[in-house]
Structures are given as structure tokens and as C-alpha cells.
DNA sequence: GCTCTTATGCAACATGGTTGCATTTGACCC
DNA sequence: GGGTCAAATGCAACCATGTTGCATAAGAGC
């Protein structure tokens, strides 16, 4: 038996809309679906690109999702450097304390799987701490020194945003 | 005898730009004082406000002369989860492995002193750790609950950037 | 002062995201 | 199945933050 895998994270996707309660709806599935299916986290730029182009779902519909699943726990949103926020389908088994990988040179994102141990870190007098955000920078196994050379030829991995 | 503040810290700037090598002009001295008498991170609309409206520097100079010193290690950018820059003055001697404070309510940011003893977080097989990024968020001084009747009555602390 | 290089000012552009408002649609009820 | 209505969508215009191109101004060495 052959299953669609596309499909099995559609399917994935309503049965958490439904939990909340809210609208199912077409483009909640579909971006949903797309976060679920990643291996790493997304901008906004790639799920257009995939759900824009098949189905013509309007770019300010995706910002209003993502905003909204973000807004009910379904995903997380990861502030960079590069001002593009990316978004991660939110596993609620893993609470948001976790850290990022950020890669410099194509620039994915990934979480990690609860990594900080840096709790209290010593503030000034009267500042109290509410999260503590913690990110890796360096490269992505595409993208160590050792394959340099394809990358000289080809340009970097481009999952760039 | 008094002494102008801001005459002092326009003097340690141009000294600062002075040693390297590069021309010294009247923004690079206004901004890095500017930044150097601050307390915490300054944005570049923070600066322009100051910097434009007494002397009439434009502001892309402004964006231009704070690449300039970022690029010349006089003073560091801290990218936030507000898609803004912030701007701190380098004190030489702290090398860029500290850590960021940022207050969730007004928005300020300051550098904390060298913190990290988050070392050597596992990564996937392949990924090679470059830098590590650790921003406490929380609430600063002016802003824990304590205070948050002046909050109610007046907004928030304003220099949310 | 003169010259040469570099920095500045100004206008136009780029990018990533937001807002207002008319139209459509999912969910609930029958 | 069809009717109702709040909520979501699409579209156009907008905004905030930063960049680029190019003509002009101004540091610094002489
Ligand atoms: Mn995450
Ligand atoms: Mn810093
Ligand atoms: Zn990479
Ligand atoms: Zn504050």
C-alpha cells in the first residue's frame, strides 16, 4: 500500500485545526501541512513559492496564518538576523524551551532538541528574566568547509529563504 | 571645574576614530558619541531624532556610518526580534561573547558581561558550531510589575526604540 | 591653498510585513 | 440539501527599515 505523504500531513493538519475549535479552512491546512512536512523551519517566501503558485492563496492569507497558528501553539515563529521570520510546525510535547541552528552560509534553520542549561544568567539589580533565547550560528552538514568545493562550483545550498 | 558631557564623550570618539587611520567627519564623531554615552543600544531611529534634527545629518549617512563602525569593531549591531538594529559602542576589551538582555515591555536592549558558559551544544552529525547567541528577555528595571500602575497611567517606558 | 580620495546628501528603490474593506466561505441550524 | 452569519480571504494600498546610484562636499597630505 502506497500512501501520499502529502496527504497524510494534510490529514495531520485539520485534525489539529479541528482541535482548536476554529475554521478549518483551506489555507490553514495547506500551510500547516507544508510546516509539518518540513525538516527545518520556513519563511514565508517558501510557503508561498509551494502554496501561492498550486493554489493561489494569497500571500497576506499566508502572513494572517502564520501569524495565527502562532498565535494558538500550532507553530512557532524564529526571529533571525536577516529580518525573515521562519516558522516551525510546534511539537507541544517540546515546550518552546529550546534552542535554534542558524547555518552562515545558506542559511536554514533548525531547532534543537532542548538544549539550554544556561538557566540564570546574572542580570543588573531590579531586571527580571522571562525567556532565555539561545542560538547556534555555523554551518549545515551541506554546507562544511569539506564541500567547499561543490559549493564554489554551484553556489551555496539554496534553501538561502 | 564642569565639564560638558557630551564634549567628552565627542572627544573619546574622535580619538577612537582618530587611531583608525580613516577620516574623521562630524557624523562618525556625533554618532559614536552618541553611542559611546548611552547606556544601552540605541536604534538608528534613536540616533537620527538626535543626530539629524541638531546637525542635520541625513540618515543615510547615519545607516552608513553605523555599518562603518560595525565594520571597524567601534561598535557591534544586536538584531532583535523587532526586525530593528540596535547599536552599542565595542568596549575593545569585551570581545563580542557576551550576552543580550532585552526588555519585553519597552523594548530596551543592553549587553551583559561575558555570560556564556552555554558552551558546546549538540548538534545534528555534520553541523559545526561557529558562534552561540544567548539573549535573556524579560523586563528591565523600569518595567518589572512593581511599576506597572505608571505603566497603566502613563504607557510604557518610551524608549521602545 | 591644491589635489585627490572618500564621505555625504538626496532621490529613488527594495524587502518584508500590515491595514482597510468588500467578498467569500466554513460551521451551525434546520 | 439550503439559509444565516461571524470569521477568513483577496486585493490594493500602505508602512517601516534599510539600500543603491550618483552628483557634490569636504578631510587629509602636501
Ligand atoms: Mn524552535
Ligand atoms: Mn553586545
Ligand atoms: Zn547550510
Ligand atoms: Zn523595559
Redesign the pocket.
Known amino acids: 500500500m502506497v500512501v501520499d505523504p502529502a496527504r497524510t500531513y494534510r490529514y495531520r493538519a485539520e485534525e489539529r485545526?479541528?482541535r482548536t475549535?476554529?475554521?478549518?479552512?483551506?489555507?490553514?491546512i495547506e500551510v500547516l501541512a507544508m510546516l509539518l512536512a518540513a525538516p527545518r523551519a520556513l519563511?514565508?517566501?517558501e510557503i508561498e513559492r509551494q502554496v501561492n503558485r498550486a493554489l493561489?492563496?494569497?500571500?497576506?492569507?499566508i502572513?494572517?496564518?502564520l501569524?495565527?497558528l502562532t498565535a494558538h501553539g500550532l507553530a512557532h515563529r524564529i526571529s533571525g538576523d536577516?529580518?525573515?521570520?521562519r516558522f516551525n510546525a510546534a511539537e507541544d510535547e517540546r515546550t518552546h524551551e529550546h534552542a535554534h541552528f542558524k547555518c552562515n552560509d545558506c542559511g536554514e534553520v533548525i531547532c534543537l532538541d532542548k538544549a539550554i542549561a544556561a538557566r540564570s544568567v546574572p542580570l543588573p539589580t531590579g531586571y527580571r528574566t522571562q525567556e532565555i533565547e539561545l542560538t547556534v550560528k555555523g554551518l549545515c552538514a551541506d554546507c562544511v568547509p569539506a564541500r567547499a568545493d561543490r559549493h564554489r562550483r554551484q553556489g551555496p545550498a539554496q534553501h538561502r529563504?
Chains 1, 2 share one sequence.
Open positions: 485545526l479541528r475549535g476554529a475554521r478549518v479552512t483551506r489555507p490553514r519563511t514565508h517566501h493561489g492563496i494569497d500571500r497576506v492569507t502572513y494572517r496564518v501569524e495565527w536577516d529580518r525573515v521570520w529563504q
